[in-house]
């Protein structure tokens, strides 16, 4: 039966490639970063993010006993920091496209962009503890305090949307109090290298920046935001010599990867033991900064030539943020342990199974967050509002 696992690398093509429309010679699709078609990708990523996580339960090399590794998402299994560099991108080239665009773009944006992010994060945190609390997990006053202000992570899949609001934060000071438009643009780009470069210096721990996944990926935020800056001359040269760069990126991601790998045998994360372990890290770091990098070049040029867009991948771009966050409560469930530190109820064994489950019971949880979010954030009641001010 684990066999059947094999049918998601049809089954997810399929699902990407359904209604899409490929542009021949000389063509290309202009609208390839259009809000539908970014947000159609993105709901696609989710799902290879939820089949990452998966993997990372069923056939991930560090697992242990040995006997517990089923082969089947083999490939979704490291890819889960190249997938979430490209939501990092467009996180990037959103925000500096909405600030040239829309008038006054500044003005109310920390309850636009930054306050449903920071809802997301407690709302799944504190649907996570509950899940905690009934599974008899043991919790003093200290861990409790640490998991419900997120300082532990309750919610093991949130690093995300706590790192993205920073992001945005200091995006926003910066077009808010420089005037130069290149100065705001280096000011976002240096904090977040030395965010990234200066995490290199902490160790492995229980709280936030715990591990390199917290960092080796988010140079793609200030990468979008230069890419929406220099939009009209990048993709003008990327069409004059398109099949060249086509090659080189889409064939190249495997090699990058296999080369970051090697890179971190000698300069790996873990090298901590060693006095000039920061050196070792920021090695490794730059290794993974080409993977990520090369990726998601090589999914923009895709892009550039395949529009993508279906009922299924819409309806996903409007709780890709919510699924992300809360697929994960259903693979914990599955899972032998929950979060690793209790016995999960409904273990699975069959990675077919745990694939389906996850996707049928993570989808409408999705919907009903949303639709708590929205209710919270009274963002409903002002759809509706604008609805019938059109309307009149």
């Given at each position: 039966?684990?066999?059947?696992?094999?049918?998601?690398?049809?089954?997810?093509?399929?699902?990407?490639?359904?209604?899409?429309?490929?542009?021949?010679?000389?063509?290309?699709?202009?609208?390839?970063?259009?809000?539908?078609?970014?947000?159609?990708?993105?709901?696609?990523?989710?799902?290879?993010?939820?089949?990452?996580?998966?993997?990372?339960?069923?056939?991930?090399?560090?697992?242990?006993?040995?006997?517990?590794?089923?082969?089947g998402l083999d490939l979704f299994e490291p890819m889960g920091f190249m997938y979430v560099a490209v939501f990092l991108f467009f996180n990037g080239y959103g925000v500096y496209k909405s600030f040239h665009s829309k008038d006054n773009y500044l003005k109310g944006f920390i309850k636009r962009r930054i306050l449903p992010v920071v809802l997301?994060?407690?709302?799944?945190?504190?649907?996570?503890?509950?899940?905690?609390?009934?599974?008899?997990?043991?919790?003093?006053?200290?861990?409790?305090?640490?998991?419900?202000?997120?300082?532990?992570?309750?919610?093991?899949?949130?690093?995300?949307?706590?790192?993205?609001?920073?992001?945005?934060?200091?995006?926003?000071?910066?077009?808010?109090?420089?005037?130069?438009?290149?100065?705001?643009?280096?000011?976002?780009?240096?904090?977040?290298?030395?965010?990234?470069?200066?995490?290199?210096?902490?160790?492995?721990?229980?709280?936030?920046?715990?591990?390199?996944?917290?960092?080796?990926?988010?140079?793609?935020?200030?990468?979008?935001?230069?890419?929406?800056?220099?939009?009209?001359?990048?993709?003008?040269?990327?069409?004059?010599?398109?099949?060249?760069?086509?090659?080189?990126?889409?064939?190249?991601?495997?090699?990058?990867?296999?080369?970051?790998?090697?890179?971190?045998?000698?300069?790996?994360?873990?090298?901590?033991?060693?006095?000039?372990?920061?050196?070792?890290?920021?090695?490794?770091?730059?290794?993974?900064?080409?993977?990520?990098?090369?990726?998601?070049?090589?999914?923009?040029?895709?892009?550039?030539?395949?529009?993508?867009?279906?009922?299924?991948?819409?309806?996903?771009?409007?709780?890709?943020?919510?699924?992300?966050?809360?697929?994960?409560?259903?693979?914990?469930?599955?899972?032998?342990?929950?979060?690793?530190?209790?016995?999960?109820?409904?273990?699975?064994?069959?990675?077919?199974?745990?694939?389906v489950l996850v996707f049928i019971l993570g989808i409408p949880s999705a919907v009903l967050l949303k639709k708590l979010h929205n209710l919270i954030l009274g963002l409903g009641k002002s759809n509706k509002d604008s609805k019938n001010k059109k309307i009149a």
């Amino acid at each position: 039966m684990n066999k059947l696992v094999y049918s998601v690398y049809i089954i997810m093509p399929l699902i990407l490639l359904w209604h899409s429309k490929f542009y021949g010679k000389g063509k290309f699709n202009d609208e390839f970063l259009s809000l539908e078609q970014t947000k159609a990708l993105q709901g696609f990523l989710a799902l290879c993010i939820m089949l990452h996580h998966i993997g990372q339960k069923t056939c991930a090399s560090w697992l242990t006993p040995k006997t517990r590794i089923i082969h089947g998402l083999d490939l979704f299994e490291p890819m889960g920091f190249m997938y979430v560099a490209v939501f990092l991108f467009f996180n990037g080239y959103g925000v500096y496209k909405s600030f040239h665009s829309k008038d006054n773009y500044l003005k109310g944006f920390i309850k636009r962009r930054i306050l449903p992010v920071v809802l997301a994060l407690y709302t799944t945190t504190i649907i996570f503890f509950i899940a905690r609390l009934i599974l008899g997990e043991k919790m003093d006053g200290k861990l409790v305090f640490f998991y419900l202000t997120s300082i532990k992570l309750c919610n093991p899949n949130t690093w995300y949307v706590i790192v993205l609001p920073f992001f945005y934060l200091v995006f926003y000071l910066a077009f808010k109090f420089i005037k130069k438009d290149g100065l705001a643009v280096a000011a976002v780009t240096a904090f977040v290298l030395l965010y990234m470069f200066g995490s290199c210096y902490l160790l492995h721990n229980d709280f936030w920046i715990r591990g390199e996944w917290w960092y080796n990926c988010v140079h793609l935020f200030p990468i979008g935001i230069i890419f929406a800056k220099f939009e009209k001359q990048i993709i003008a040269h990327l069409k004059k010599f398109y099949y060249i760069y086509l090659a080189i990126f889409v064939l190249g991601v495997y090699p990058a990867y296999r080369f970051s790998k090697f890179v971190l045998m000698f300069h790996g994360y873990y090298m901590e033991f060693l006095p000039d372990y920061p050196y070792h890290k920021m090695i490794g770091l730059s290794s993974e900064m080409l993977v990520t990098f090369v990726f998601t070049v090589a999914v923009l040029l895709i892009g550039m030539k395949l529009k993508i867009g279906n009922k299924f991948l819409a309806f996903m771009g409007t709780i890709t943020l919510e699924f992300y966050l809360i697929h994960g409560i259903f693979v914990e469930m599955f899972d032998h342990q929950f979060c690793g530190v209790v016995k999960s109820p409904f273990p699975i064994r069959n990675v077919f199974l745990y694939v389906v489950l996850v996707f049928i019971l993570g989808i409408p949880s999705a919907v009903l967050l949303k639709k708590l979010h929205n209710l919270i954030l009274g963002l409903g009641k002002s759809n509706k509002d604008s609805k019938n001010k059109k309307i009149a």
